[in-house]
Each structure stands twice: as C-alpha cells, then as structure tokens.
C-alpha cells in the first residue's frame, strides 16, 4: 500500500534517483591493450606486404597464411576500437570532456581509422591508428594526474607508444 | 532536508533493491557522526547521487568511506573518501518494492 503511494508519487511528479552503483570492471581501464592491438595491425599490414612481394607462388600455404594475417589484422582494429569505445563510454565523464575538449572528435578519428585498417592494407592509415590511440593515451593518463613518456615498442614494428610514468 | 529517492543498481543487496524508495534527512548528522553501517545518499562528483553504507568517519577531517554489500559495488575502494559536506542526507525509512 505505501509503496504504491510512492510509486504512484513517482509516477506523476518523478522521484529524484539515488545509484546504488554496481560495475563489473571496478575502475580497471587502461588503453594499452588498444595500443598493443593496433600495434598488431601495423604489424599485419607489413607481413601481408612481405609475402605479397616474394612472388610466391598462390597455392594452399600462401592463401592459408595470407588469410592468417588479414584475419588478425580485422581482430586487432576491431579489439583497438572496442577498448578505446570502453573507456570512452564508462570511464570519460562529462568534467573530463569539459579539461579535455577534443576526446570526442579523437574517438571518432579512432573509430574511423580503425575501420580503414580493417577495409584496406594501407600502412599509412594504421601508423595513424597507433598515433591516434597514442593521443588518446596521452589524455587518459592526464585525466588521472599521471605524466608519460614516448617510447618505441621494443618489437615490431618498433612504433612510438606513450606509456605512463607509473 | 527531507527527500524522497528511488533506488537504482544492485550494490546494496540484498537489502536494498533496484525500484525500493528511500527516505532521506539531513538533520540527524548535523548532531550525530554517521556511524559504520548508516545508509546514506550522498554526492560523487564521478557518478552522481549514491546510496552506499558508511565503513567508516573520521570526525577530523570529516572524511567517511562508504561500501556496499555486493561484491561489484562501485564505492570508496574506487573513488576514494568523501567529506561529511558530500552528504545528501541518512536513510530514516525504507520502502521496500513488494515484488
């Protein structure tokens, strides 16, 4: 009876909302899995160009491993831009948009470029990838009071990541 | 002072259900500390308008640590202490959703 009382108060006049917040990841995020990913991509792209350039000749074993690479490439892009889509979504509050203005249009340009890794073989395109996702980074950490560095990734394809001085 | 809220989320299950309504007021922790085990609604400049338990007040800095009773609970194991200024207000009546 009181409840109904209440929930028909609800109704009509919309009863303020008081969270009591549940979330499976905890505050875990860190974009590293998207660098490292999109790093694979770039990664594709060269050993696709490399068996494409030997001249071999296109039987079983050429086709099984140049479906291998595109195959990882296609996971890769789409592994970068769900976890850059993650932190976007549960991690960016509006007080962070508000500091760090250009999150948005960096996402889209993720998105974006994620997808092109997917569609083509350009090596430019994904250089722009791992970039991006490194800007992204950049912010991310800023938003937790943590400074980083610019390194090369010791394999290949040996591109500058930014890592947070921890 | 005084306020009405809806409860959303599960992180304070079984007790408190997603749908039950809260009473909330202020007045009671202008004259006593909230205590360990108080519910209280309160203010996170992260995620909004809470409701969690009190773990435990420091009456010196006025910082309070709030949990919940589900093991996902987003609380102060994440966003750190609140000062006694975040409080909305304790809960003094719980209606609980029948269904």
């Known amino acids: 009876m009181i409840f109904k009382i209440f929930e028909s108060l609800d109704e009509k006049f919309g009863v303020e909302r008081a969270k009591a917040h549940c979330d499976v990841p905890c505050g875990i995020y860190d974009p590293i899995v998207a660098q490292i990913s999109a790093l694979t991509v770039v990664r594709m792209i060269d050993l696709i160009h490399d068996l494409a350039g030997k001249g071999a000749e296109h039987d079983t074993a050429y086709h099984n491993t140049m479906s291998r690479y595109v195959t990882v490439k296609e996971e890769h892009a789409e592994k970068a831009k769900a976890e850059i889509r993650i932190i976007w979504g549960d991690y960016i509050k509006a007080q962070h948009l508000e500091s760090y203005p250009q999150v948005n249009s960096v996402v889209h340009k993720i998105m974006q470029l994620g997808s092109k890794s997917r569609q083509t073989t350009d090596r430019e395109a994904a250089v722009e990838f791992v970039e991006t996702i490194n800007e992204f980074a950049e912010i991310f950490w800023a938003t937790k009071g943590i400074t980083t560095k610019r390194a090369n990734a010791p394999y290949a394809p040996a591109l500058e990541v930014v890592y947070p001085n921890l | ?99």
């Open chain 2, 1 to 99: 002072m005084i306020k009405v809220l809806k409860v959303t989320g599960d992180s304070l299950t079984p007790e408190y259900k997603g749908g039950d309504f809260v009473i909330v007021l202020k007045i009671p922790l202008w004259f006593k500390s909230p205590k360990r085990g108080d519910v209280v609604v309160f203010r996170q400049s992260n995620y909004g308008i809470l409701i969690k338990q009190v773990d435990r007040y420091d009456p010196q800095s006025g910082e309070f640590f709030v949990i919940g009773t589900h093991a996902d609970s987003v609380d102060s194991r994440q966003f750190g202490a609140l000062h006694k200024r975040d409080l909305i207000g304790k809960v003094i009546w719980h209606v609980r959703n029948p269904r």
